[in-house]
């Protein structure tokens, strides 16, 4: 017979508290902020206050980006009735490759990276983003964690973010790859401005030097955005709004008319 048992070294509840990680949840409940309890739970231990501090700023630049994908999604299901949790999954659901999702591959990208350089120095690690942006290329496939349609001159949250981790102490071998990935891309395009992460390749990198696991990159980034969208789904619903579609004049029918 399957052994169908539940393994978890993260959690378990008893009679009268709730263990995380080995600390009783009674002893951590005002003692320890959200970003410290994430920490705790997907890192497996405490955080030190720099890294409190730094994931709490990843947290804060996520938590919104105005009328977004995600956005438009929260408010235009919740203009159609759908319960708030509901509402917020289906954003949740767009956080996708192409758009909010793309850090989770930065992080297994610059992970493959440095793996094969497997400690050989920075001259290494350049020789592999080399290949990694060549071939990349030879394939016509796009190289994530790069240039913002919107912020063309750098993302201003990408670069706030890695100036205070470099100013924090927690900047390291990820964020200096994520810095030769984008010197070589540059080298390849010759366009300046793809030689700048944006705000998915900085956080991608950053998390990795905090001690995250690649794979938890689009979770941590689903738990912030949440933030913003549930308050695009509290402000639709008290605006009112019903039923939320596009306009006639925004949609153009390309198909044959009836005989």
């Given at each position: 017979?399957t052994?169908?048992?539940?393994r ?7 009679t ?11 002893d951590l409940?005002?003692s ?6 994430a920490f705790l ?7 030190t ?11 804060v630049t996520?938590a ?9 999604v929260?408010?235009?299901?919740a203009?159609?009735?759908?319960p708030?949790?509901a509402s917020l999954?289906?954003?949740m659901?767009?956080?996708a490759?192409w758009?909010g999702?793309?850090?989770?591959e930065v992080?297994k ?5 440095m793996?094969a350089?497997?400690?050989k120095?920075?001259d290494?690690?350049a020789q ?5 942006v ?15 349609p919107q912020?063309?001159?750098g993302?201003p949250r990408?670069?706030?973010?890695l ?5 924090l102490g927690v900047s390291?071998?990820y964020c200096?790859t ?6 070589s ?7 300046a401005?793809?030689?700048r ?6 956080l991608?990198?950053i998390l990795?030097?905090?001690?995250f696991?690649?794979l938890?990159?689009?979770?941590i980034?689903?738990?912030?955005r ?5 308050a695009?789904?509290?402000e639709?619903l008290e605006q009112?709004?019903r ?5 006639a ?5 390309t198909g044959?008319?009836?005989?």
């Amino acid at each position: 017979m399957t052994d169908m048992t539940w393994r978890t070294s993260i959690s378990q509840v008893t009679t009268d508290d709730v263990i995380i990680r080995g600390e009783r949840l009674s002893d951590l409940v005002g003692s320890v902020t959200y970003a410290e309890m994430a920490f705790l739970l997907i890192r497996g231990n405490r955080a030190t206050d720099v890294e409190r501090a730094m994931l709490d700023a990843i947290l804060v630049t996520l938590a919104d980006h105005g009328i977004s994908p995600t956005s438009i999604v929260a408010r235009t299901l919740a203009s159609c009735g759908t319960p708030v949790q509901a509402s917020l999954a289906g954003a949740m659901v767009s956080i996708a490759d192409w758009h909010g999702g793309t850090g989770e591959e930065v992080g297994k990208i610059l992970s493959s990276i440095m793996e094969a350089a497997d400690g050989k120095g920075a001259d290494r690690v350049a020789q592999l983003c080399d290949e990694f942006v060549a071939d990349r290329r030879a394939q016509r496939q796009q190289i994530p964690g790069f240039g913002h349609p919107q912020h063309t001159d750098g993302d201003p949250r990408a670069i706030q973010l890695l100036n205070l981790a470099e100013k924090l102490g927690v900047s390291g071998a990820y964020c200096q790859t994520l810095e030769a990935l984008g010197e070589s891309l540059h080298r390849a395009t010759g366009r300046a401005p793809l030689r700048r992460a944006n705000v998915t390749g900085a956080l991608a990198a950053i998390l990795l030097d905090l001690g995250f696991p690649w794979l938890s990159i689009r979770g941590i980034v689903v738990a912030a955005r949440s933030l913003g969208l549930t308050a695009h789904i509290v402000e639709e619903l008290e605006q009112g709004n019903r039923w939320r579609h596009a306009p006639a004049d925004q949609v153009e029918y390309t198909g044959p008319q009836p005989a």
